[in-house]
């Protein structure tokens, strides 16, 4: 168990539909990162929190966008899905947001777009 | 920016035997490497990671990687793989301000 928490699990919806996921960070881990697991793409870097803030961010779509709250847990919020949107999307957390910082995963939310 | 490549999609492998999962990467700055493994409908644990120091790096469940840095490489390897090895492995590279890039992974598959 890595301590990074994941909700739902599973999630299936229709395209042009909106869903939001939610993440619980390891105990004591300032650093949120989201990514996308597909099996054309393989693992995408989505975006990075840190404490609250925007880090960095990667190849995330505009219908894409996520915050971190003040108790440190993250959402991603994903709008007017597409069926190209199918995918594990993992969140992942690390003690600081540096480089040398190894990443702990949840075990993901695999949405699936009808 | 930094870029990984997994040269191998899949390695069947006999129970026992040993196995390397080989990986090289690409960065104009100085490189931590990760090795992470999924086992199916998991998340991505772990495996061990190279940071500074010896180039040779031990991990869990008896992996262990070596890091060459004129070869760019840092290749997998367990002398002995068990039927629960089986799972996917991805190599990981981050550098600078960068995020976290993940090769392709390869999938282990152990054969009894």
């Known amino acids: 168990d890595s301590g990074v928490t994941q909700t739902p699990k599973h999630l299936i919806t229709a395209t042009g539909q909106r869903v939001t996921l939610r993440c619980s960070p390891r105990?004591?881990?300032?650093?949120v990162y989201w990514y996308q697991q597909s099996l054309d793409q393989g693992l995408q870097f989505l975006i990075q929190?840190?404490?609250?803030?925007?880090?960095a961010k990667g190849n995330i779509l505009e219908r894409f966008s996520a915050q971190q709250f003040p108790d440190l847990h993250s959402e991603l919020n994903l709008s007017s899905l597409e069926l190209g949107d199918s995918a594990l999307y993992f969140c992942?957390?690390?003690?600081?947001?540096?480089?040398?910082?190894?990443?702990?995963f949840g075990n993901g939310t695999r949405l699936t777009v009808t | 920016a930094q870029s990984v490549t997994q040269l191998d999609s899949q390695v069947p492998v006999f129970e026992e035997a040993p196995v390397e999962l080989r990986c090289n990467y690409s960065?104009?700055?100085?490189?931590?490497l990760f090795w992470y493994v999924q086992y199916p409908n998991q998340g991505l644990q772990l495996l061990l990671k190279?940071?500074?120091?010896?180039?040779l790096v031990k991990g869990i469940n008896g992996f262990e990687a070596e890091f060459n840095k004129s070869q760019t490489s840092f290749h997998l390897r367990k002398p002995s793989v068990h039927i629960s090895d089986t799972a996917e492995y991805f190599c990981?590279?981050?550098?600078?301000?960068?995020?976290?890039?993940f090769g392709k992974g390869t999938r282990l598959s152990v054969i009894a």
């Open positions: 992942a957390s690390s003690e600081q947001g540096t480089p040398g910082s190894p990443l702990h």
């Open positions: 105990s004591g881990d300032l650093s």
């Open positions: 929190y840190y404490n609250g803030e925007e880090r």
């Open positions: 960065s104009s700055v100085s490189v931590y």
């Open positions: 190279y940071l500074s120091g010896s180039t």
């Open positions: 990981a590279v981050r550098g600078g301000n960068t995020p976290l890039v």
